[in-house]
Protein backbone atom coordinates (compact mmCIF):
# COMPACT_ATOMS: atom_id res chain seq x y z
CA UNK A 1 0.00 0.00 0.00
CA UNK A 2 1.39 3.29 -0.84
CA UNK A 3 2.46 5.72 2.06
CA UNK A 4 2.07 9.79 1.38
CA UNK A 5 4.19 12.15 4.46
CA UNK A 6 2.93 15.25 4.36
CA UNK A 7 4.34 18.19 6.48
CA UNK A 8 2.24 20.37 8.00
CA UNK A 9 -0.94 20.74 9.52
CA UNK A 10 -2.83 23.18 8.28
CA UNK A 11 -6.28 23.23 6.59
CA UNK A 12 -4.79 22.19 2.97
CA UNK A 13 -2.44 19.39 4.66
CA UNK A 14 -5.28 18.38 6.90
CA UNK A 15 -7.46 17.93 3.97
CA UNK A 16 -5.12 16.08 0.93
CA UNK A 17 -4.60 13.25 3.87
CA UNK A 18 -8.36 12.70 4.88
CA UNK A 19 -8.70 12.49 0.98
CA UNK A 20 -6.05 10.27 0.85
CA UNK A 21 -7.05 8.10 3.92
CA UNK A 22 -10.41 7.72 2.59
CA UNK A 23 -9.20 6.63 -0.96
CA UNK A 24 -6.79 3.93 1.08
CA UNK A 25 -4.00 5.70 0.90
CA UNK A 26 -1.12 5.32 4.12
CA UNK A 27 -0.71 8.83 5.26
CA UNK A 28 1.31 10.28 8.27
CA UNK A 29 1.04 13.79 8.60
CA UNK A 30 3.98 15.61 10.65
CA UNK A 31 3.25 19.16 12.29
CA UNK A 32 5.49 21.36 14.30
CA UNK A 33 2.93 22.87 16.39
CA UNK A 34 1.18 21.48 19.57
CA UNK A 35 -2.04 21.94 17.89
CA UNK A 36 -3.25 21.42 14.11
CA UNK A 37 -4.94 24.03 11.92
CA UNK A 38 -2.78 26.70 11.56
CA UNK A 39 -4.32 30.14 11.71
CA UNK A 40 -7.67 28.26 11.87
CA UNK A 41 -9.07 27.94 15.80
CA UNK A 42 -11.45 29.02 18.01
CA UNK A 43 -11.03 29.88 21.83
CA UNK A 44 -13.53 30.92 24.51
CA UNK A 45 -12.81 34.30 26.32
CA UNK A 46 -14.85 36.11 28.68
CA UNK A 47 -18.13 34.71 27.56
CA UNK A 48 -17.39 35.45 23.80
CA UNK A 49 -15.88 32.75 21.13
CA UNK A 50 -13.08 34.67 19.45
CA UNK A 51 -11.26 33.01 16.26
CA UNK A 52 -7.31 33.24 15.56
CA UNK A 53 -7.74 33.67 11.92
CA UNK A 54 -10.72 33.08 9.26
CA UNK A 55 -14.28 33.89 10.91
CA UNK A 56 -16.22 32.66 7.97
CA UNK A 57 -16.32 29.64 5.24
CA UNK A 58 -18.15 30.68 2.28
CA UNK A 59 -19.44 27.28 0.40
CA UNK A 60 -20.02 28.30 -3.27
CA UNK A 61 -18.59 24.78 -4.72
CA UNK A 62 -20.00 21.32 -5.01
CA UNK A 63 -16.52 19.55 -4.04
CA UNK A 64 -16.18 21.94 -0.50
CA UNK A 65 -20.25 21.28 0.43
CA UNK A 66 -19.67 17.56 -0.03
CA UNK A 67 -15.95 17.88 1.87
CA UNK A 68 -18.36 19.04 5.02
CA UNK A 69 -21.01 16.28 4.57
CA UNK A 70 -17.75 13.62 4.33
CA UNK A 71 -16.34 15.27 7.46
CA UNK A 72 -20.13 14.46 9.45
CA UNK A 73 -20.21 19.10 10.04
CA UNK A 74 -23.75 18.84 8.29
CA UNK A 75 -25.08 18.80 11.65
CA UNK A 76 -22.64 21.47 13.39
CA UNK A 77 -23.42 24.42 10.51
CA UNK A 78 -24.61 27.38 11.46
CA UNK A 79 -25.67 29.81 8.31
CA UNK A 80 -25.16 33.65 8.48
CA UNK A 81 -28.00 35.76 9.33
CA UNK A 82 -29.56 37.11 6.71
CA UNK A 83 -27.95 40.80 7.59
CA UNK A 84 -24.74 39.21 6.70
CA UNK A 85 -25.69 40.03 2.81
CA UNK A 86 -25.29 43.87 3.72
CA UNK A 87 -21.34 45.30 3.82
CA UNK A 88 -20.21 48.67 4.51
CA UNK A 89 -17.50 50.65 2.90
CA UNK A 90 -16.29 54.15 4.35
CA UNK A 91 -16.97 57.11 2.21
CA UNK A 92 -15.82 61.13 3.48
CA UNK A 93 -15.74 59.01 6.86
CA UNK A 94 -19.38 57.33 7.05
CA UNK A 95 -20.48 53.84 6.22
CA UNK A 96 -21.97 53.47 3.69
CA UNK A 97 -24.04 50.38 2.29
CA UNK A 98 -22.28 48.71 -0.93
CA UNK A 99 -24.70 48.42 -3.80
CA UNK A 100 -26.42 45.16 -3.97
CA UNK A 101 -28.40 45.41 -7.34
CA UNK A 102 -27.74 47.54 -10.53
CA UNK A 103 -30.68 49.93 -9.33
CA UNK A 104 -29.03 50.76 -6.20
CA UNK A 105 -25.13 50.78 -8.26
CA UNK A 106 -26.80 53.65 -10.29
CA UNK A 107 -27.71 55.55 -7.01
CA UNK A 108 -24.76 54.72 -4.48
CA UNK A 109 -23.26 57.99 -3.20
CA UNK A 110 -20.31 55.67 -3.32
CA UNK A 111 -19.97 56.78 -7.03
CA UNK A 112 -20.14 60.12 -7.86
CA UNK A 113 -22.41 60.39 -11.60
CA UNK A 114 -19.50 60.85 -13.85
CA UNK A 115 -17.90 57.47 -11.98
CA UNK A 116 -21.09 55.86 -12.52
CA UNK A 117 -21.03 56.86 -16.60
CA UNK A 118 -17.20 56.17 -16.58
CA UNK A 119 -18.73 52.09 -15.66
CA UNK A 120 -21.53 51.87 -17.82
CA UNK A 121 -18.50 52.71 -20.74
CA UNK A 122 -16.81 49.54 -19.57
CA UNK A 123 -17.41 47.22 -22.32
CA UNK A 124 -16.26 49.82 -25.00
CA UNK A 125 -12.91 50.22 -23.37
CA UNK A 126 -10.49 48.18 -25.90
CA UNK A 127 -8.29 44.93 -24.55
CA UNK A 128 -5.09 45.77 -23.00
CA UNK A 129 -2.72 46.04 -25.80
CA UNK A 130 0.01 43.70 -23.92
CA UNK A 131 -1.34 41.37 -22.64
CA UNK A 132 1.63 39.51 -21.62
CA UNK A 133 2.59 42.42 -19.14
CA UNK A 134 2.36 41.54 -15.39
CA UNK A 135 -0.12 44.18 -14.86
CA UNK A 136 -0.84 45.53 -11.19
CA UNK A 137 -4.91 45.40 -9.67
CA UNK A 138 -4.86 48.59 -9.34
CA UNK A 139 -4.01 49.88 -12.58
CA UNK A 140 -6.18 47.19 -14.37
CA UNK A 141 -8.65 47.85 -12.71
CA UNK A 142 -8.55 52.02 -12.68
CA UNK A 143 -7.75 51.19 -16.87
CA UNK A 144 -11.05 48.83 -16.85
CA UNK A 145 -13.68 50.31 -14.91
CA UNK A 146 -12.30 54.08 -13.29
CA UNK A 147 -10.62 55.67 -10.74
CA UNK A 148 -13.70 55.51 -7.87
CA UNK A 149 -14.74 52.04 -8.05
CA UNK A 150 -11.19 51.01 -7.73
CA UNK A 151 -10.65 53.29 -4.85
CA UNK A 152 -14.03 52.78 -3.00
CA UNK A 153 -14.71 48.98 -4.36
CA UNK A 154 -11.77 47.28 -5.03
CA UNK A 155 -9.27 48.99 -2.70
CA UNK A 156 -11.01 48.08 0.11
CA UNK A 157 -11.95 44.45 -0.37
CA UNK A 158 -8.00 43.92 -1.23
CA UNK A 159 -7.40 45.24 2.45
CA UNK A 160 -9.61 43.20 3.78
CA UNK A 161 -9.57 40.08 2.30
CA UNK A 162 -5.93 39.61 1.28
CA UNK A 163 -4.54 42.82 3.71
CA UNK A 164 -2.37 43.83 0.77
CA UNK A 165 -2.05 46.75 -1.26
CA UNK A 166 -3.72 46.46 -4.41
CA UNK A 167 -0.86 49.21 -5.69
CA UNK A 168 1.60 45.70 -5.50
CA UNK A 169 -0.76 42.76 -6.30
CA UNK A 170 -0.72 41.23 -9.36
CA UNK A 171 -4.24 41.05 -11.28
CA UNK A 172 -3.16 38.22 -13.24
CA UNK A 173 -2.04 36.23 -10.24
CA UNK A 174 -4.15 37.56 -7.58
CA UNK A 175 -7.41 38.22 -9.61
CA UNK A 176 -7.00 35.79 -12.29
CA UNK A 177 -10.82 35.75 -13.43
CA UNK A 178 -11.04 39.56 -13.83
CA UNK A 179 -8.10 39.21 -16.38
CA UNK A 180 -9.64 36.23 -18.36
CA UNK A 181 -13.22 38.09 -18.19
CA UNK A 182 -10.75 40.39 -20.52
CA UNK A 183 -9.05 38.27 -22.43
CA UNK A 184 -12.19 36.05 -23.52
CA UNK A 185 -14.77 38.66 -23.66
CA UNK A 186 -12.94 42.12 -23.85
CA UNK A 187 -14.79 43.19 -21.07
CA UNK A 188 -15.26 42.89 -17.13
CA UNK A 189 -18.62 43.47 -17.61
CA UNK A 190 -19.58 40.85 -20.62
CA UNK A 191 -17.36 38.71 -18.99
CA UNK A 192 -18.54 38.58 -16.04
CA UNK A 193 -22.70 38.43 -17.75
CA UNK A 194 -21.47 35.13 -19.51
CA UNK A 195 -19.54 33.22 -16.43
CA UNK A 196 -23.13 34.39 -14.43
CA UNK A 197 -25.02 32.56 -17.50
CA UNK A 198 -23.44 29.08 -17.09
CA UNK A 199 -23.33 29.49 -13.75
CA UNK A 200 -27.02 29.41 -14.13
CA UNK A 201 -26.93 26.48 -16.92
CA UNK A 202 -24.67 24.60 -14.64
CA UNK A 203 -27.34 25.32 -11.70
CA UNK A 204 -30.10 24.25 -13.68
CA UNK A 205 -28.26 20.87 -14.07
CA UNK A 206 -27.12 20.62 -10.52
CA UNK A 207 -30.03 21.12 -8.63
CA UNK A 208 -28.26 22.04 -5.45
CA UNK A 209 -26.79 24.94 -4.94
CA UNK A 210 -24.13 24.75 -2.24
CA UNK A 211 -23.69 28.81 -2.08
CA UNK A 212 -23.83 29.12 2.29
CA UNK A 213 -21.87 31.65 4.31
CA UNK A 214 -21.75 29.73 7.40
CA UNK A 215 -19.80 28.89 10.77
CA UNK A 216 -19.89 26.10 12.96
CA UNK A 217 -21.12 25.29 16.59
CA UNK A 218 -17.43 25.96 18.43
CA UNK A 219 -16.35 28.47 15.32
CA UNK A 220 -14.39 27.66 12.18
CA UNK A 221 -12.35 25.43 14.71
CA UNK A 222 -14.78 22.43 14.37
CA UNK A 223 -13.32 21.84 10.90
CA UNK A 224 -10.21 21.14 12.10
CA UNK A 225 -11.17 19.59 14.72
CA UNK A 226 -12.71 16.84 12.61
CA UNK A 227 -10.39 16.17 9.91
CA UNK A 228 -7.95 15.94 13.69
CA UNK A 229 -10.50 13.08 14.64
CA UNK A 230 -10.73 11.20 11.09
CA UNK A 231 -6.94 11.22 11.25
CA UNK A 232 -6.41 9.82 14.71
CA UNK A 233 -3.44 8.71 15.03
CA UNK A 234 -1.81 9.68 11.48
CA UNK A 235 -1.50 12.70 12.76
CA UNK A 236 1.95 13.61 14.95
CA UNK A 237 1.75 17.11 16.89
CA UNK A 238 5.11 18.94 18.31
CA UNK A 239 7.09 17.05 15.57
CA UNK A 240 8.96 19.73 13.73
CA UNK A 241 10.73 18.11 10.96
CA UNK A 242 14.54 18.90 10.70
CA UNK A 243 15.91 16.53 7.82
CA UNK A 244 14.42 15.15 4.53
CA UNK A 245 16.32 11.96 3.18
CA UNK A 246 16.22 10.69 -0.47
CA UNK A 247 16.34 6.54 0.35
CA UNK A 248 16.30 4.33 -2.99
CA UNK A 249 12.81 4.95 -4.24
CA UNK A 250 10.85 6.50 -1.30
CA UNK A 251 11.70 9.31 1.12
CA UNK A 252 12.65 9.28 4.71
CA UNK A 253 11.04 12.19 6.90
CA UNK A 254 13.10 12.83 9.99
CA UNK A 255 11.76 14.84 12.41
CA UNK A 256 11.73 15.68 16.43
CA UNK A 257 10.02 14.20 18.91
CA UNK A 258 9.91 13.96 22.79
CA UNK A 259 13.41 14.66 22.81
CA UNK A 260 14.50 12.05 20.26
CA UNK A 261 14.91 11.92 16.51
CA UNK A 262 12.45 9.88 14.77
CA UNK A 263 11.73 9.27 10.89
CA UNK A 264 8.74 7.87 8.37
CA UNK A 265 9.08 6.97 5.29
CA UNK A 266 6.65 7.46 2.45
CA UNK A 267 6.45 6.84 -1.36
CA UNK A 268 5.55 10.83 -1.83
CA UNK A 269 5.65 14.31 0.23
CA UNK A 270 3.28 17.16 0.29
CA UNK A 271 5.03 20.30 1.80
CA UNK A 272 2.50 22.66 3.52
CA UNK A 273 4.80 24.60 5.45
CA UNK A 274 5.82 28.24 4.47
CA UNK A 275 8.57 28.56 2.06
CA UNK A 276 11.07 30.32 4.54
CA UNK A 277 10.31 26.75 6.74
CA UNK A 278 11.15 25.18 3.85
CA UNK A 279 14.41 26.49 2.72
CA UNK A 280 15.45 25.80 6.98
CA UNK A 281 14.92 21.93 6.29
CA UNK A 282 18.61 19.72 5.33
CA UNK A 283 18.42 17.48 2.60
CA UNK A 284 20.65 14.44 2.38
CA UNK A 285 20.84 11.58 -0.69
CA UNK A 286 19.61 14.50 -3.19
CA UNK A 287 20.27 18.20 -3.96
CA UNK A 288 17.82 20.38 -4.78
CA UNK A 289 17.80 23.12 -6.59
CA UNK A 290 18.99 25.63 -4.15
CA UNK A 291 17.89 28.90 -6.05
CA UNK A 292 14.54 27.73 -5.83
CA UNK A 293 14.52 27.60 -2.40
CA UNK A 294 16.63 30.83 -2.25
CA UNK A 295 13.87 32.73 -4.07
CA UNK A 296 10.73 31.21 -2.45
CA UNK A 297 12.43 32.43 0.98
CA UNK A 298 12.08 35.92 -0.11
CA UNK A 299 8.20 35.19 -0.69
CA UNK A 300 6.05 38.30 0.59
CA UNK A 301 4.15 38.01 3.46
CA UNK A 302 1.93 40.85 4.90
CA UNK A 303 1.44 40.90 8.74
CA UNK A 304 -1.74 41.64 10.49
CA UNK A 305 -2.89 42.14 13.82
CA UNK A 306 -6.43 41.01 15.25
CA UNK A 307 -8.40 42.81 17.71
CA UNK A 308 -11.30 41.56 19.67
CA UNK A 309 -13.61 43.89 21.13
CA UNK A 310 -16.96 43.90 22.96
CA UNK A 311 -18.84 46.88 23.84
CA UNK A 312 -22.47 47.54 25.46
CA UNK A 313 -24.86 47.44 23.00
CA UNK A 314 -25.97 50.87 24.20
CA UNK A 315 -22.34 52.31 23.77
CA UNK A 316 -22.45 51.81 20.07
CA UNK A 317 -24.21 54.20 17.78
CA UNK A 318 -23.95 51.96 14.46
CA UNK A 319 -27.00 49.58 14.23
CA UNK A 320 -24.40 46.77 13.05
CA UNK A 321 -27.14 45.27 10.75
CA UNK A 322 -24.51 43.88 8.27
CA UNK A 323 -21.58 41.54 8.25
CA UNK A 324 -18.93 44.65 8.64
CA UNK A 325 -17.15 47.56 7.57
CA UNK A 326 -13.84 48.08 4.92
CA UNK A 327 -11.67 50.93 4.56
CA UNK A 328 -10.60 52.58 1.69
CA UNK A 329 -6.74 53.40 1.91
CA UNK A 330 -7.42 57.17 0.94
CA UNK A 331 -9.69 57.26 3.61
CA UNK A 332 -7.27 57.67 6.11
CA UNK A 333 -7.99 55.35 8.84
CA UNK A 334 -5.73 53.29 10.57
CA UNK A 335 -7.67 49.92 10.62
CA UNK A 336 -8.29 47.99 7.58
CA UNK A 337 -11.87 46.87 8.52
CA UNK A 338 -14.21 45.35 11.30
CA UNK A 339 -16.23 42.03 11.22
CA UNK A 340 -19.80 42.90 13.16
CA UNK A 341 -19.50 39.46 14.83
CA UNK A 342 -22.46 39.68 17.19
CA UNK A 343 -24.42 40.37 14.04
CA UNK A 344 -23.46 37.68 11.72
CA UNK A 345 -23.99 33.95 14.27
CA UNK A 346 -26.44 34.18 16.77
CA UNK A 347 -25.65 33.11 20.51
CA UNK A 348 -21.74 34.42 20.23
CA UNK A 349 -22.29 36.90 22.33
CA UNK A 350 -24.04 38.02 25.73
CA UNK A 351 -27.24 39.76 24.32
CA UNK A 352 -26.61 43.50 26.28
CA UNK A 353 -23.02 43.20 23.97
CA UNK A 354 -21.88 43.65 20.68
CA UNK A 355 -19.08 42.17 19.18
CA UNK A 356 -16.44 43.17 16.67
CA UNK A 357 -13.37 41.74 14.61
CA UNK A 358 -10.99 44.61 13.68
CA UNK A 359 -8.03 44.02 11.50
CA UNK A 360 -4.93 46.20 11.34
CA UNK A 361 -1.72 46.59 9.61
CA UNK A 362 -1.48 44.42 6.21
CA UNK A 363 0.77 45.44 3.11
CA UNK A 364 -0.60 48.85 3.69
CA UNK A 365 0.53 49.36 7.04
CA UNK A 366 2.89 46.67 7.95
CA UNK A 367 4.47 48.93 11.14
CA UNK A 368 0.87 48.97 12.89
CA UNK A 369 0.92 45.14 13.16
CA UNK A 370 3.60 45.34 15.40
CA UNK A 371 2.49 47.46 17.75
CA UNK A 372 2.03 46.82 21.63
CA UNK A 373 -1.74 45.61 22.22
CA UNK A 374 -2.55 48.56 24.13
CA UNK A 375 -0.94 50.76 21.42
CA UNK A 376 -3.18 48.60 18.47
CA UNK A 377 -7.15 48.77 20.95
CA UNK A 378 -6.34 52.85 21.25
CA UNK A 379 -5.96 53.41 17.42
CA UNK A 380 -8.78 50.65 16.86
CA UNK A 381 -11.27 52.49 19.87
CA UNK A 382 -10.54 55.97 18.06
CA UNK A 383 -11.06 54.50 14.77
CA UNK A 384 -14.33 52.61 15.93
CA UNK A 385 -15.73 56.35 17.66
CA UNK A 386 -15.51 58.43 15.09
CA UNK A 387 -16.85 54.68 12.19
CA UNK A 388 -19.33 53.46 14.59
CA UNK A 389 -20.08 55.66 17.06
CA UNK A 390 -18.45 54.01 20.41
CA UNK A 391 -18.76 55.68 23.25
CA UNK A 392 -17.13 53.91 25.54
CA UNK A 393 -13.78 51.50 25.94
CA UNK A 394 -14.45 48.13 25.21
CA UNK A 395 -15.46 45.92 28.04
CA UNK A 396 -13.44 43.32 26.94
CA UNK A 397 -10.60 42.79 24.48
CA UNK A 398 -7.85 40.45 22.98
CA UNK A 399 -5.23 40.97 20.33
CA UNK A 400 -4.03 38.14 18.08
CA UNK A 401 -0.55 39.23 16.27
CA UNK A 402 0.37 37.26 13.05
CA UNK A 403 3.86 38.31 11.79
CA UNK A 404 3.01 36.47 8.51
CA UNK A 405 -0.35 36.55 7.83
CA UNK A 406 -1.11 35.88 4.42
CA UNK A 407 0.98 35.49 1.33
CA UNK A 408 1.42 38.11 -1.46
CA UNK A 409 0.70 37.59 -4.88
CA UNK A 410 2.69 40.50 -6.07
CA UNK A 411 3.76 41.49 -9.63
CA UNK A 412 6.50 38.84 -10.20
CA UNK A 413 4.51 36.55 -8.78
CA UNK A 414 5.54 34.22 -11.71
CA UNK A 415 8.79 33.82 -10.51
CA UNK A 416 8.00 32.30 -7.41
CA UNK A 417 5.62 29.65 -9.03
CA UNK A 418 8.38 28.80 -11.75
CA UNK A 419 10.76 28.07 -8.36
CA UNK A 420 7.99 25.81 -6.90
CA UNK A 421 7.98 23.99 -10.80
CA UNK A 422 11.72 23.39 -10.39
CA UNK A 423 11.16 22.53 -7.31
CA UNK A 424 8.78 19.28 -7.98
CA UNK A 425 10.84 18.62 -11.33
CA UNK A 426 13.80 18.17 -9.49
CA UNK A 427 12.14 15.89 -6.17
CA UNK A 428 11.04 13.26 -7.51
CA UNK A 429 7.58 12.45 -5.37
CA UNK A 430 7.52 16.19 -3.70
CA UNK A 431 4.72 18.03 -4.03
CA UNK A 432 4.18 21.74 -2.91
CA UNK A 433 0.80 22.95 -1.79
CA UNK A 434 -0.85 25.86 0.38
CA UNK A 435 -1.76 29.29 0.74
CA UNK A 436 1.69 30.98 -1.26
CA UNK A 437 0.43 28.67 -4.28
CA UNK A 438 -2.98 27.84 -4.73
CA UNK A 439 -5.50 30.97 -3.23
CA UNK A 440 -6.13 32.58 0.07
CA UNK A 441 -9.42 31.68 1.96
CA UNK A 442 -10.05 28.36 3.41
CA UNK A 443 -12.36 27.59 0.34
CA UNK A 444 -9.68 27.40 -2.28
CA UNK A 445 -7.22 25.75 0.45
CA UNK A 446 -10.24 22.95 0.94
CA UNK A 447 -10.45 22.84 -3.00
CA UNK A 448 -6.32 22.67 -3.18
CA UNK A 449 -6.21 19.67 -0.41
CA UNK A 450 -8.61 17.95 -2.91
CA UNK A 451 -7.23 18.50 -5.99
CA UNK A 452 -3.33 17.59 -4.55
CA UNK A 453 -5.06 14.56 -3.24
CA UNK A 454 -5.94 13.57 -6.89
CA UNK A 455 -2.49 14.11 -8.32
CA UNK A 456 -0.80 11.76 -6.00
CA UNK A 457 -3.07 9.45 -6.42
CA UNK A 458 -2.08 9.83 -10.20
CA UNK A 459 1.10 9.96 -9.61
CA UNK A 460 1.09 6.29 -7.06
CA UNK A 461 -0.59 4.71 -10.68
CA UNK A 462 -3.93 4.77 -8.54
CA UNK A 463 -7.49 6.21 -10.01
CA UNK A 464 -8.91 8.85 -8.17
CA UNK A 465 -12.07 9.13 -6.93
CA UNK A 466 -14.69 11.47 -9.43
CA UNK A 467 -16.00 13.02 -6.11
CA UNK A 468 -13.17 15.47 -4.88
CA UNK A 469 -14.03 14.74 -1.14
CA UNK A 470 -12.13 13.67 1.80
Known sequence: MPRVAIIGA????????CALKDAGVEVVVIEAAERAGGPIHTFPHDDLLLETGPHTLLVRSTPVADTLDRLGLTGDIIDAHDAAETR?????????????????????PLLSPLARLRLLLEPFIPRFSEPDIDETLASFVSRRLGREVYEYFVD???????AGDATQLSARHAFPTLVEFEQEAGSIVAGALLSGLRKFQSDQENTRSPRRLLSFEGGL????????????????????VRKLRRDADDWRVIYQRGGARRGESADALVLTLSPRDLYDIEWENIDPPRGALSTLRDLPYAPCALAHVAYRRADVEHPLDGLGVLIPSCEGFHILGALFISSMF??????????LSVFIGGARKPELAALDPGEILDLVDHDLSRLLGTRARPVTSRVIHWDRAIPQYEVGHGVFLDAMTNLEDALPGVFLSG???????????????LNRADSLQRHLGLSPSPEKTP
Open 156 to 162: PFVSGIW
Open 88 to 108: FVVKDGVVTALPSSPLSLATT
Open 346 to 355: PNRVPDDLVQ
Open 221 to 240: RRLVDACVDRLGDDLLLDSP
Open 435 to 449: GFRDGIGVPALIEAG
Open 10 to 17: GITGLITA
